[in-house]
Nanobody
Framework: QVQLVESGGGLVQAGGSLRLSCAAS????????MGWFRQAPGKEREFVAA????????FYSNSVKGRFTISRDNAKNTVYLQMNSLKPEDTAVYYC??????????????????WGPGTQVTVSS
């Protein structure tokens, strides 16, 4: 019912910036909570950021707070993750996700029912 596709990943030097995009197709996600997660080699998938349907309430992990900004443009069915001051430890595959069922748990993988295939972000030192 919902297809998500991430883009914008790539190779960047430490201290640099990238903006990830997540384009949704199918059902509108205008009232969905949207999240960004990441998974590094040998690590579990971890929460990065999330945003409520209104776009006015956001959540961040402590590791990215102050450096990353999540936003959404519901008219374009797109969610963004602006990543500044990137660090090598930010290297991971980044996934966007949609909670279409209103789990109310933006921090956890289990709170989302649709996922994109991911986009690689590599931060070099």
């Amino acid at each position: 019912q919902v297809q998500l596709v991430e883009s914008g990943g790539g190779l960047v030097q430490a201290g640099g910036s990238l903006r990830l995009s997540c384009a949704a197709s199918g059902r509108t996600f205008s009232r969905y909570t949207m999240g960004w997660f990441r998974q590094a080699p040998g690590k579990e998938r971890e929460f990065v950021a999330a945003i409520r349907w209104s776009g006015g309430i956001s959540f961040y992990s402590n590791s990215v707070k102050g450096r990353f900004t999540i936003s959404r443009d519901n008219a374009k069915n797109t969610v963004y993750l602006q990543m500044n001051s990137l660090k090598p430890e930010d290297t991971a595959v980044y996934y966007c996700a949609a909670d279409t069922e209103g789990s109310g748990s933006p921090y956890y993988v289990s709170g989302y029912d649709y996922w994109g295939p991911g986009t690689q972000v590599t931060v070099s030192s």
